[in-house]
């Protein structure tokens, strides 16, 4: 008998990237990855496939269904397949979707439900066994798993707040890829002090100011030009960062008005695609 499940999970934008002092704070956005899990009940591998990416390593997938059912004690063969509108390897959280919604296509295939948290963390767990980040990235798999702000403790795998906010999300996704593995750690790590600033405006709900704040520090330590926010705040706008590693930049937009900003950027002379979206309050879906 072939077991089916499927689910989706969200990809995410930076307020606070954890990688200098182990806390951050994302927020969950309208894009979506879609997984679709299929097992026999014999031992064998899990096979995973990447649609439109068939170049992509599918450790993680692979490696986010076989800790469900190592959970469970089940020894399955099967495939794991992902479809998402996340550009890959940008900053926007593709690697949180597809091991949250691996992990909730799974407990959907074999029949079974585990605590929300700790869905989250059987997918950090994948991520840090499949080596694509550097923290394990909590932060960014509560913004996929749950939608809305999230403020977390990524060293001890604590969510510390979440809030619900009604925002246009504008996104800047250049053309080339940035692995958050290869990211410059001990240059992020020099700004430690400074990103601690951000997180107390984060912990106080001064989510743009600390984003922003973010964002100029983390350029200046991993070199990006800061280019795309100040056009950013040209128009009025208080949270514009660099997205988790980059390459891409995002921007929390009042409701309507992200058209300003949009124009500004689709004539600066960086290629790359402007992706108008929102925040996803709603969070992963699963039954
Ligand atoms: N749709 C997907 N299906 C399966 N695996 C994926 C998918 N998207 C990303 N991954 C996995 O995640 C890896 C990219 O992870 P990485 O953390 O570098 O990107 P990101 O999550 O988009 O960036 P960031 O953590 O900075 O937001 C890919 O090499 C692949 O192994
Ligand atoms: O790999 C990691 O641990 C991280 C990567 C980026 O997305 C960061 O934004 C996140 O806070 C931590």
Not at 118 to 123: C, H, K, L, P
Not at 208 to 237: K, Q
């Amino acid at each position: 008998m072939t077991l089916k499940g499927k689910s989706y999970a969200l990809g995410a934008g930076t307020i606070i990237n954890a990688i200098a002092t182990l806390k951050g704070s994302a927020f969950g956005v309208d894009l979506k990855t879609f997984v679709d899990v299929e097992l026999s009940e014999d031992s064998g591998t899990i096979h995973g496939e990447i649609d439109g990416n068939p170049d992509a390593d599918t450790t993680l997938i692979e490696r986010s269904v076989e800790l469900v059912l190592k959970h469970y004690g089940l020894e399955y063969s099967g495939t794991v397949s992902t479809k998402s509108e996340i550009p890959l390897a940008s900053g926007l959280k593709s690697s949180s979707a597809a091991a949250n919604a691996t992990v909730l296509a799974t407990l959907d295939a074999i029949g079974e439900r585990m605590d929300s948290l700790d869905a989250v963390r059987t997918g950090v767990q994948a991520a840090v066994d499949a080596g694509v980040t550097v923290t394990g990235a909590f932060d960014d798999a509560c913004a996929s798993f749950f939608g809305g702000i999230v403020v977390t403790d990524n060293e001890n795998l604590e969510l510390v707040k979440r809030t619900e906010c009604d925002k246009d999300v504008l996104i800047f996704a250049p053309d080339e890829k940035g692995f958050s593995s290869k990211t410059n750690i001990s240059r992020s790590k020099l700004i430690a002090d400074w990103i601690d600033i951000a997180y107390e405006l984060a912990l106080d709900r001064n989510y743009g100011r600390a984003m922003t704040l973010n964002g100029f520090l983390y350029c200046g330590a991993l070199g990006f030009d800061t280019e795309l926010m100040m056009r950013a705040l040209e128009v009025g706008v208080e949270g514009v960062s660099l997205s988790g590693t980059g390459p891409a930049f995002t921007a929390l937009v009042e409701k309507g008005k992200a058209n300003e900003l949009k124009k500004s950027w689709e004539n600066c002379n960086i290629t790359g695609n402007v992706i108008k979206t929102k925040i996803n309050n709603s969070g992963a879906f699963w039954e």
